[in-house]
C-alpha cells in the first residue's frame, strides 16, 4: 500500500483498534502487527498525520470520533480480511458516512456497492488503495459525490437496520413461538419460562443498550 510521506490532501488517517500498543496485546500476531503499523508511521514521517484511537471504551466510546469525521467529509474503512456480520458499518452509515468495507463477509451484504458504500478486497492492498484515494479526490473536487454516497448509507441504514425493522422482526419471531406453542402444547410453567428467558437473553440488553445509546 502506497504511504503519503508528508499530511498532504486529500485525508489524514485516524486509526481505531482494539490495542495499538505492542506491550498492551498478548497475541503474537496482533503484535507484530502493531509494531509494523508503528514502524510505518515512523518510517515516513507520519506521526502527527496518523492520530491513534487506542481501546474504545465501548460504543459510547468507539462511537465518538465517527460523528466528527462525518462532518469533516471523511470516510470510514474496514478493511477486516473477514467480518461475520459489521455493526461498527452500521454505526458509521447511520452517521452518514461514505464506508468501505470487506468484501469477504457480512459488510458486503450491508453496503451496495457504490450507492451506499464500496466494497474492497483487504488481500488486494494496491486496489483498494486507489478505490479509497479515487473517491475522496473526487469527493474533494465534487462535494456532491460525497453527498450522494453519504444520503445512499443513511437510506440503506433507514430501510435495513432500524429498531423499526428489529421490531418486526422479533414480531415475526413471536407469531412463530405462537405456532410452536399451537402445536407443541406447552403447558403454561413452560410457557413462562420460555417467556422469561427471552425477557433477559433478548429484550433486557436491548433496553440497556437503547438507555446507553
Avoid at 489524514?12 to 508511521?41: F, T
Amino acid at each position: 500500500m502506497r504511504v503519503r510521506r508528508a499530511c498532504a490532501p486529500p485525508a489524514d488517517l485516524l486509526v481505531i483498534g482494539g490495542h495499538l500498543d505492542v506491550e498492551a496485546s498478548e497475541d503474537y500476531e496482533e503484535r507484530e502487527q502493531i509494531a509494523r503499523l508503528h514502524a510505518l508511521i515512523d518510517e515516513h514521517r507520519l506521526e502527527h498525520c496518523v492520530p491513534l484511537g487506542g481501546r474504545a471504551a465501548g460504543p459510547r466510546a468507539r462511537g465518538r470520533p465517527v460523528p466528527q469525521v462525518a462532518d469533516l467529509r471523511g470516510a470510514f474503512v474496514q478493511p477486516a480480511l473477514f467480518e461475520a456480520f459489521g455493526l461498527t458499518v452500521i454505526e458509521a452509515m447511520a452517521s452518514g458516512l461514505p464506508v468501505f468495507v470487506t468484501s469477504h463477509g457480512g459488510p458486503s451484504e450491508i453496503v451496495v456497492d457504490g450507492v451506499s458504500g464500496f466494497h474492497v478486497d483487504p488481500y488486494d492492498s494496491e486496489a483498494m488503495t486507489e478505490r479509497i484515494a479515487a473517491f475522496l479526490e473526487r469527493a474533494a473536487a465534487e462535494p456532491e459525490h460525497w453527498m450522494a454516497i453519504s444520503r445512499g448509507a443513511l437510506e440503506r441504514v433507514e430501510q435495513r437496520y432500524t429498531w423499526r425493522k428489529y421490531a418486526e422482526r422479533m414480531m415475526t419471531l413471536s407469531r412463530i413461538y405462537g405456532f410452536w406453542k399451537f402445536a407443541s402444547g406447552l403447558e403454561r410453567e413452560e410457557t413462562r419460562r420460555y417467556l422469561h428467558m427471552f425477557r433477559h437473553l433478548q429484550y433486557k440488553p436491548l433496553a440497556a443498550a437503547v438507555r446507553g445509546a
